[in-house]
T-cell receptor, first 117, second 110 residues
Framework: DVKVTQSSRYLVKRTGEKVFLECVQDMDHENMFWYRQDPGLGLRLIYFSYDVKMKEKGDIPEGYSVSREKKERFSLILESASTNQTSMYLC????????????????FGPGTRLTVT | GQSLEQPSEVTAVEGAIVQINCTYQTSGFYGLSWYQQHDGGAPTFLSYNGLDGLEETGRFSSFLSRSDSYGYLLLQELQMKDSASYFCAVRDRSWGKLQFGAGTQVVVTP
């Protein structure tokens, strides 16, 4: 079974702090993703990575950066946390996609609920 | 712009059938997926439609009409454990990026 783990389930940080959220997957997946989930807004993509050291911005990258130094690990960094970054953060991984009929299912971690005060 | 529309909440009794509709408008389309998320849990994959038609997986079925930019998830013989949020998601690029809808909360009552 694919396993995606996240470093913390709950995190409380102060405004202005630098915050690191870590994600590790054990299935040798090329693709990794960071989402934030807010009520009524679904899952919104922050950043994704399709290979080591490769990253691309998602729909809401402002205020975030990422790092992928090893294939199994994808980190989300909040350079200076703000209260509007209080949210549930979900990491996911998947095999790479090519055009075709396969689902390229994304496997999600349990999430980190971050509160910025 | 890109958008996926699905109802915010559906309530039904045990044993009933529920249909969750999803209409989408995206820049690209390679398939429609459905994910289930229980309160406090991680989203988990339910089904995928890459081509028009119906896909059946046990009590759950999913349908896609690409010409109508429309799909639905059908939950049959509802059970209490089916109470969860259900998200439709469009794969809008060939390599696997997903656009998610806002989710439909399904509430199953005794």
């Amino acid at each position: 079974d694919v396993k995606v783990t996240q470093s913390s389930r709950y995190l409380v940080k102060r405004t202005g702090e630098k915050v690191f959220l870590e994600c590790v997957q054990d299935m040798d997946h090329e693709n990794m993703f960071w989402y934030r989930q807010d009520p009524g807004l679904g899952l919104r993509l922050i950043y994704f990575s399709y290979d080591v050291k490769m990253k691309e911005k998602g729909d809401i990258p402002e205020g975030y950066s990422v790092s992928r130094e090893k294939k199994e690990r994808f980190s989300l960094i909040l350079e200076s946390a703000s209260t509007n970054q209080t949210s549930m953060y979900l990491c996911a991984s998947s095999v790479p996609g090519t055009s075709g009929g396969l689902p390229y299912e994304q496997y999600f971690g349990p999430g980190t609920r971050l509160t910025v005060t | 712009g890109q958008s996926l529309e699905q109802p915010s909440e559906v309530t039904a009794v045990e044993g009933a059938i529920v249909q969750i509709n999803c209409t989408y408008q995206t820049s690209g389309f390679y398939g429609l997926s459905w994910y289930q998320q229980h309160d406090g849990g991680a989203p988990t994959f339910l089904s995928y439609n890459g081509l028009d038609g119906l896909e059946e997986t046990g009590r759950f079925s999913s349908f896609l009409s690409r010409s109508d930019s429309y799909g639905y998830l059908l939950l049959q013989e509802l059970q209490m454990k089916d109470s969860a949020s259900y998200f439709c998601a469009v794969r809008d690029r060939s390599w696997g990026k997903l656009q998610f809808g806002a989710g439909t909360q399904v509430v199953v009552t005794p």
